[in-house]
């Protein structure tokens, strides 16, 4: 069975610039997720996609982060315009259903580096 | 809200030792809780879980976590480490039901470096 695949693994710009990540799932699986992870702190949760919907974007800086999942399949995170604060990995996450036993599989992360 | 707080950044280790990683977590709530582990150069893995029932859960590959709710602990356990254990151990909690199996909250992580 194929793991989440995400891309690109590794991206440098500049502040101000845009840049925009991929994720694609596990086949089946509804529940969609975007983690940020800053260096030496935990995953932190930006938005939660049910399907096509989204169930949480709480976190999400919506002044310049947005999230679409087109299709209830892939998605894509964008950034726009960048700051200095958003170097982060963003590691995309999915499940079958949000109340499957708690079980989520990520992906190995794209790397953002903002100079 | 919850919060969850790894004690050690780093715990280094010799190969066959025992090991604890410490997990203390806040919330107001009835909770679920999880230990992921990431590898290197590899993502995020569920280690173990805890939802209901036996507050003991163990994992395939040795590990082990006591849930604590009178010192909101879910500290991780192992009694003989190997140098494939290396890597960084996060502690996750979640307040469940309804779609909030995913919202995870995590740790800090700590780092586990298994020595010859």
């Known amino acids: 069975e194929a793991g989440v695949a995400q891309s690109p693994r590794y991206k440098i710009i500049e502040k101000r610039q845009s840049v925009a990540f991929w994720c694609n799932p596990i086949?089946?699986?509804?529940?969609l997720y975007w983690y940020q992870q800053i260096l030496g702190q935990g995953p932190k949760l930006l938005i939660q996609?049910?399907?096509?919907?989204?169930?949480?974007d709480s976190q999400l800086p919506k002044d310049r982060f947005s999230a679409e999942r087109l299709k209830g399949v892939d998605s894509t995170l964008k950034i726009q315009p960048a700051k200095l604060e958003d170097s982060a990995v963003y590691l995309c996450?999915?499940?079958?259903?949000?109340?499957?036993?708690?079980?989520?599989?990520f992906g190995e992360g794209s790397r953002l580096t903002v100079l | 809200a919850q919060s969850v707080t790894q004690l050690d950044s780093q715990v280094p280790v010799f190969e066959e030792a025992p090991v604890e990683l410490r997990c203390n977590y806040s919330?107001?709530?009835?909770?679920?809780l999880f230990w992921y582990v990431q590898y290197p150069n590899q993502g995020l893995q569920l280690l173990l879980k805890?939802?209901?029932?036996?507050?003991l859960v163990e994992s395939i590959n040795g590990f082990e976590a006591e849930f604590n709710k009178s010192q909101t602990s879910f500290h991780l356990r192992k009694p003989s480490v190997h140098i494939s254990d290396t890597a960084e151990y996060f502690c996750?909690?979640?307040?469940?039901?309804?779609?909030?199996?995913?919202?995870?909250?995590f740790g800090q992580g700590t780092i586990l470096t298994v020595h010859p």
């Open positions: 996450a999915s499940s079958f259903s949000p109340t499957n036993t708690g079980e989520l599989f």
């Open positions: 086949s089946g699986h509804a529940t």
């Open positions: 996609f049910q399907n096509n919907g989204v169930v949480d």
């Open positions: 919330s107001s709530v009835s909770v679920y």
């Open positions: 805890y939802l209901s029932g036996s507050t």
């Open positions: 996750a909690v979640s307040d469940g039901g309804g779609t909030s199996y995913g919202k995870l909250t």
